[in-house]
């Protein structure tokens, strides 16, 4: 880009090539906004730059967007047509879009300086809505990464077991064994996340299908929170009820079948909820030989 002229310090001329300027018409904008901001910058109204625009007859607002032109737009060819309103929504949007060819409601692919006010306005508008859906996107992927996983520090004290009760042997886990399995499976799905964001970055409109597939992810995390609960909670209970505590108790009640057959309905009732578990495991959907187990 060439060399601008340095611009002159007395007020008086730069209000002549002003004036001037105005009677060239739209492509002299970027003149125009280029002195009154070295006025405004410069302080060379001594700070009653409005009072100076009034003098001159130029409304604030259009001195703005002047100003605005000549700090975003450069003063070439490639713009030279166009009237002030176009240069001014040309000059506010993203600087990396303004040579990039659009697709317009209508059909039709068109780059910026190739547009009507009314198109520039259509495209303003689908940038906007973009850019809102990745802002929107990026917190929410934000958050999901920056959940920290639910560990519980408590030890939990596992009895050791008779050798006779083999179907507990290899059942409980520590507490320490449970996280780790947890947050591998946790570490994966963040993983997933992270490759997600970059995705949707490059993104362009149709924001839905990496919203859903955020939302799943989502849904993901709080389901292995929920499950690793449930299996910690499990292998407690199995702890708890171990059969071999309780055996001298039952022997020593055996007169006493009102409780005894309480007991009974109350195992008969856990039976029943473990099936009902059971029976919601997908485990069907799952290929032999998915599973590893080292």
């Not at 300027?21 to 906004?33: K, L, R, T, V």
């Not at 547009?115 to 973009?130: G, H, I, N, S, Y």
């Not at 004290?157 to 290899?170: N, S």
């Not at 055996?254 to 856990?270: P, Q, W």
């Amino acid at each position: 880009m060439q060399e601008i002229e340095t611009l002159s310090d007395n007020l008086t001329q730069l209000t002549t090539e002003i004036k001037t300027y105005q009677n060239i018409g739209g492509q002299a904008i970027f003149e125009i906004g280029r002195r009154l901001k070295w006025v405004k910058e410069h302080d060379l109204a001594h700070g009653e730059f409005g009072k100076w625009l009034e003098d001159i007859h130029l409304d604030r607002k259009v001195a703005n967007k002047m100003m605005k032109i000549s700090s975003e737009v450069s003063n070439d060819s490639t713009y030279s047509h166009l009237g002030m309103n176009a240069l001014y929504l040309v000059a506010t949007m993203p600087e990396e879009e303004r040579e990039k060819p659009q697709n317009l409601s209508s059909g039709e692919v068109k780059k910026p300086d190739e547009m009507t006010v009314r198109e520039l306005r259509e495209v303003k508008a689908q940038l906007k809505v973009r850019d809102e859906q990745i802002s929107s996107k990026d917190k929410t992927i934000e958050s999901l990464l920056n959940r920290q996983p639910e560990v519980i520090e408590k030890e939990v004290e596992v009895e050791k077991i008779p050798d006779d009760y083999d179907f507990l042997k290899g059942k409980v886990e520590t507490t320490e064994s449970i996280n780790e399995r947890y947050a591998s499976e946790n570490a994966e799905l963040r993983e997933a996340l992270k490759k997600r964001q970059e995705a949707m970055k490059n993104m362009t409109f149709d924001a839905e299908p990496m919203q859903n597939e955020a939302r799943e992810l989502e849904q993901q995390i709080a389901s292995l929170h929920q499950v690793k609960r449930l299996d910690e909670k499990l292998n407690n209970f199995i702890n708890e009820i171990s059969a071999t505590k309780y055996a001298n108790d039952f022997s020593t009640l055996v007169s006493k079948k009102e409780t005894l057959y309480h007991v009974k309905s109350s195992i008969l009732a856990v039976k029943q909820l473990l099936n009902d578990i059971e029976e919601s495991l997908p485990l069907n959907e799952i290929i032999e030989g998915e599973i590893n187990n080292d």
